[in-house]
């Protein structure tokens, strides 16, 4: 959001317009759709989320327009996605933003390692990013070494394993380089931190909750406005959880996107952890 306003500011222009003429237009990208408006007129797919254990599709194809500048809204082929890796691969300036700025980050179980500018940084040399929207899902991931990009766009739940399977075939036949296997619990996992881990953390749409009942922790998330009523589809969700190590917890079950990694960063005066990440950052209040 800072970005699109930064854009505005420098180009006196909405965000969509600039991405359009600085990019999708030099490139001869197609099948872009930088609004709702324009998408309609593609073969845009809907996304399709899970409901008592039904797929069904999304009652609304994107989030807030105020999210535009972090993709929320843009929509294109994966052959246009791949056009604008290969404008990465080939000019040599635009190797800079591959160079890590982050080189600690969060365990969310995707083997994500540090961050570039824009870039996830993987392991082997790989590079990529990974976008979510209503029902959506899509996966890049780029070894520049060998010029070789890989895209997966879906619009379903259940897609990580799907394009795990592609990445770790593809990339490893292509290029050698390895993908890190998608996260499952320990066999024997070691008892939660306690005084540590447990408490109340809070995000702009929901109040998280890691408690110990009977020996079993589990995550409990209570909306805190009707957006977060909307997707969490209930008054609360609870799940099992248990530690995969000294910083990070994971789902004891599956869903049908896998099992899901959070991670317990910093410490407060008491030695609490100061946030429970999973890729938005919720801060403890109690």
């Given at each position: ?44 797919a ?53 160079n ?9 179980g995707?083997?994500?390692?540090g ?14 990013h ?125 869903t049908c ?5 959070l ?24």
């Amino acid at each position: 959001m800072v970005l699109g306003r930064l854009v505005e500011l420098l180009r006196s222009k909405p965000f969509h317009d600039v991405l359009r003429e600085r990019l999708a237009t030099p490139l001869g990208l197609t099948t872009v759709a930088t609004t709702t408006y324009e998408a309609i007129l593609h073969r845009a797919a809907i996304g399709h989320v899970e409901t008592d254990g039904e797929l069904a599709p999304t009652k609304s194809w994107a989030v807030r327009y105020f999210s535009t500048p972090s993709g929320s809204h843009l929509a294109m082929s994966a052959r246009d996605l791949l056009k604008f890796v290969h404008l990465h691969l080939t000019d040599p300036a635009l190797a800079e933003l591959r160079n890590p700025q982050l080189e600690s980050v969060p365990d969310f179980g995707g083997g994500v390692r540090g961050w570039g500018l824009g870039w996830m940084l993987y392991g082997d040399g790989t590079v990529g990013h990974t976008g979510v929207s209503k029902g959506q899902k899509a996966f890049l991931r780029v070894v520049p070494s060998a010029g070789v990009a890989v895209a997966v766009l879906t619009n379903s739940s259940g897609t990580e394993a799907l394009a795990h399977e592609i990445f770790s075939t593809v990339l490893g036949d292509l290029t050698g380089a390895e993908t890190a296997p998608l996260p499952v619990p320990p066999a024997h996992p070691p008892l939660l931190d306690v005084d540590r881990m447990c408490g109340t953390y809070r995000s702009t749409l929901y109040d998280i909750t890691l408690t110990v009942e009977d020996d079993r922790a589990f995550l409990i998330r209570h909306p805190r406005n009707e957006l977060a009523k909307s997707f969490l589809g209930k008054h609360e969700d609870r799940v099992e959880v248990v530690r995969l190590n000294d910083s990070a917890i994971i789902t004891a079950e599956p869903t049908c996107d896998g099992h899901q990694v959070l991670s317990l960063i910093g410490s407060d005066e008491h030695g609490r952890a100061r946030f429970l990440h999973n890729g938005a950052a919720a801060h403890r209040v109690c």
